[in-house]
């Protein structure tokens, strides 16, 4: 039991065998024999694929103006937050959550306009993303997406023992639409991973070189529009267009990243495959309710987008004049720029207390930064360190 920690009692019919064991390991060799073997055999069992990965990691630095992981900046207005406190206190924290999220559901139906039948929530789109993979996989077992992009889609397929197929993006980072054929044609991918907004890259895909993608494969087409808040563009209406098309949203940046809640639209026999592998309680009842008092709120959401893409604008101008810096358009909450020496600039701006996302890796995003656009503040601050390091 977790409460008793140290105090707990190991069940009193292996008590006796355990104590042997221990005694035995520490007459012979001080247990590090055993030790050895039990390491050895834990690789022996990991995949393959996942010994070779490295984890998703954000590396942790304490700066006093975070923009780095393309989070809101904003924290929820007083009125809102008395309420959630209110809601919170009414929850029934000893039951579990309402498994099928009606509630949550059916107001994002409404808001979007969507059949509540279509709509799965989960733990973060992250979670939606392998639950995708998990279901969808029993064809090719291919995986295919433009890269660079978002990281999960290569760590969440390798880690299912799916085959990645990862497929450049062209000069502009948008699709590459004769490659993306060949490869669609070849290749006969169970599931295309189209982020768009793409991340790190910031830009939308061009329309027509989706719509092709969407004739073109025979496998699900998902696409991620995580930042379609900033973007004002959707595909969600085409699903019913296009029987092998999944949308997929997150609150997460739009003010609501700790509560990890990703949103899947689709038909309903493809959510009615993916509710078959979903963990019961895949999202717990605080996101749930507070979710749920978010959305009945939305206007205070949409202003603060509003923000976010007035300061985009404003951040791109200005770093579009700093000498040494390349900035790319962004229809996202966040630009990517390039600069001679990402590294130093990176470590600079933590001297300066301002955290962005280093990108810097040989390809594409050689020598790239990505920043989160925050409050005016944030920004200035930002904009000052990057002049200062750049010019020392
Ligand atoms: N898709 C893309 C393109 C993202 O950039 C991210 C977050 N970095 C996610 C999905 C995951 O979002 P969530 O917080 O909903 O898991």
């Given at each position: ?295 009945d709120r939305v206007g205070f959401v949409s202003e603060r987008i509003q923000l976010i893409n007035r300061e985009r604008g404003r951040v791109y101008k200005e770093l579009k004049i700093i000498r040494g810096v390349t900035a790319f358009p962004s229809d996202a909450n966040f630009i990517l720029f390039k600069v001679e020496d990402a590294d130093g600039v990176f470590r600079g701006l933590i001297e300066k207390g301002v955290l962005v996302r280093n990108f810097n890796s040989p390809g594409r ?28």
């Amino acid at each position: 039991m977790v409460f008793k920690g140290r105090a707990a009692r190991i069940c009193n019919e292996c008590v006796g065998e355990v104590g042997e064991q221990i005694k035995g390991k520490a007459s012979s060799d001080g247990g590090k024999k055993s030790q050895v073997r039990h390491t050895d055999l834990v690789k022996s069992r990991v995949k393959e694929g996942i010994r070779k990965l490295s984890p998703y990691s954000v590396p942790h630095f304490k700066c006093r103006v975070k923009l780095d992981g393309n989070e809101s900046p904003f924290h929820l207005p007083k009125e809102v937050e008395e309420r959630v406190v209110r809601e919170i206190r009414d929850i029934p924290i000893n039951r579990y959550p309402d498994p099928d999220a009606a509630t949550l559901r059916e107001k994002i139906s409404k808001i979007t306009d969507f059949p509540i039948d279509g709509i799965v929530v989960g733990n973060g789109s992250d979670e939606l993303i392998e639950l995708l993979m998990i279901t969808f996989s029993g064809g090719t077992g291919r995986v295919l997406y433009p890269v660079p992009t978002f990281s999960m889609f290569r760590i969440t397929s390798v880690a299912l023992g799916l085959e990645p197929i990862p497929v450049e993006l062209d000069a502009k980072f948008d699709i590459d639409a004769k490659l993306m054929a060949r490869e669609i044609k070849t290749k006969n991918p169970d599931l295309i991973f189209l982020a768009s907004p793409n991340n790190p890259t910031g830009n939308r895909y061009s329309d027509d070189r989706i719509f092709e993608i969407l004739k073109n494969s025979n496998g699900l087409v998902v696409l991620d529009e995580a930042y379609c808040d900033f973007s004002g563009k959707s595909f969600l209406p085409l699903i019913q267009q296009y029987e092998n098309l999944i949308v997929l949203r997150t609150m997460s940046k739009v003010g609501f990243a700790g509560l990890r809640l990703g949103i899947l639209f689709g038909r309903v026999e493809h959510v009615r495959e993916i509710n078959k592998v979903r963990l019961p309680y895949n999202v717990n009842s605080l996101s749930q309710r507070v979710a749920e008092v978010v959305l009945d709120r939305v206007g205070f959401v949409s202003e603060r987008i509003q923000l976010i893409n007035r300061e985009r604008g404003r951040v791109y101008k200005e770093l579009k004049i700093i000498r040494g810096v390349t900035a790319f358009p962004s229809d996202a909450n966040f630009i990517l720029f390039k600069v001679e020496d990402a590294d130093g600039v990176f470590r600079g701006l933590i001297e300066k207390g301002v955290l962005v996302r280093n990108f810097n890796s040989p390809g594409r995003l050689e020598n790239c930064l990505r920043v989160t656009i925050g409050t005016p503040d944030e920004n200035n601050d930002f904009l000052r360190a990057l002049r200062e390091v750049l010019s020392s």
